[in-house]
C-alpha cells in the first residue's frame, strides 16, 4: 500500500446555488438509489446543498440510507446573535452536518472574504465539531508569472496558523485552482500533484510533521468520472471536491466509483 492510501479518500460534491428544495430531495434519492454502501467502503462522500435545502436533505440521507455525509459550503463566525442574515455553525451542526466547506474561492471573489475570515470560520467549524474543507488555490494570472506557491503557502498559512496541529490533522485543505473551476479545463495530475505536495509542505513547517502527514488534501475543478483515477493516484491528492457533476447523480456515482475502485 502506497502512503497517500493511508488517507481515506473524500469525494465531496458541492452544489453551489442550485436546485430549490424539492429537486434537493429528488437529487438526495436519486443519489440514494443508486449508490450501495459496497460502494463508498473505501472512500467518504459527502454533500454540500443550499442551506435552505439542508434540513430537507437531512431527512433523506437519515430515512432512506443514503451513504454520504452531510455538508454545508459556508458558515457564520458566531454561534448566534444580532447577525442578520447569517447562518451559524452552531445551528448547522443541530442539522448534523459533519463538513463545512470555507473560503471557496467563490467566497473570497464574490464576498471579499479574505484568509483572516476564513481563519475565523475554520475556528467556528471546528468549535462546533464539524469538520472544515478549506479551500485555496491560485488564479491564471497568478499562476502565469510564477506566484502558485506563494499563493498557495499565503493561503494555507493564513488559514491554519492559529490552529493546533491536532485540529489540523482531521480538516481538510481542497486545492481547487482558479482557472479549472467551471471551465472544463482541469489541472493535470502533474500539477495537481505538485501543489498537493506543497501544500503538505506549507502544512508540515505550520503544524508540524504529523498533522501534514494525516490531514487531507482535495482536488477541486472540472472533476469527471474520466480523470478521477489518474488524480487520486497522485500520492498528495486524498479526494476530489466536484461542481457541476456532482448535480447529476449519475456522473456524481460515477466519479464516487471511479474513486472506490482507485482506493482499491
Ligand atoms: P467544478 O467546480 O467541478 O464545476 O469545476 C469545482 C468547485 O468549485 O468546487
Redesign the pocket.
Known amino acids: 500500500m502506497t502512503a497517500h492510501l493511508r488517507r481515506r479518500p473524500l469525494i465531496s460534491g458541492?452544489w453551489?446555488m442550485n436546485f430549490d428544495h424539492f429537486e434537493a430531495i429528488h437529487a438526495s434519492r436519486d443519489l440514494g438509489l443508486r449508490l450501495t454502501s459496497a460502494d463508498v467502503v473505501p472512500v467518504d462522500v459527502t454533500v454540500h446543498p443550499p442551506f435552505t435545502d439542508i434540513r430537507s436533505v437531512q431527512t433523506v440521507i437519515e430515512a432512506e440510507g443514503v451513504p454520504v455525509a452531510l455538508g454545508a459550503q459556508n458558515c457564520a463566525v458566531e454561534d448566534s446573535g444580532a447577525y442578520t442574515g447569517e447562518v451559524s455553525p452552531m445551528m448547522l451542526a443541530k442539522l448534523h452536518v459533519e463538513y463545512v466547506i470555507i473560503g471557496?474561492?467563490?467566497r473570497r471573489r464574490y464576498f471579499a472574504e479574505t484568509d483572516e475570515l476564513v481563519a475565523a470560520k475554520l475556528h467556528a467549524v471546528i468549535r462546533n465539531g464539524m469538520t472544515p474543507i478549506c479551500c485555496v488555490g491560485e488564479t491564471e494570472a497568478e499562476r502565469e508569472v510564477g506566484l502558485t506557491k506563494d499563493r498557495l503557502a499565503d493561503q494555507v498559512e493564513g488559514a491554519i496558523g492559529g490552529l493546533a496541529p491536532e485540529a489540523v490533522a482531521e480538516m481538510v485543505v481542497a486545492y481547487?485552482p482558479i482557472w479549472?473551476?467551471?471551465?472544463g479545463q482541469a489541472a493535470t495530475p502533474e500539477d495537481a500533484q505538485e501543489a498537493g505536495g506543497w501544500i503538505r509542505e506549507v502544512v508540515g513547517r505550520v503544524a508540524g510533521a504529523e498533522a501534514a502527514t494525516a490531514v487531507r488534501i482535495q482536488y477541486?475543478?472540472?472533476?469527471r468520472a474520466e480523470n478521477t483515477a489518474e488524480l487520486l493516484v497522485c500520492p498528495d491528492i486524498d479526494g476530489l471536491?466536484?461542481?457541476?457533476?456532482s448535480l447529476d447523480a449519475v456522473a456524481f456515482v460515477a466519479i464516487i466509483r471511479a474513486a472506490a475502485d482507485a482506493a482499491r
Open positions: 458541492n453551489k471557496h474561492s467563490e481547487e479549472a473551476i467551471g471551465t477541486g475543478g472540472s472533476v471536491l466536484v461542481g457541476g457533476a
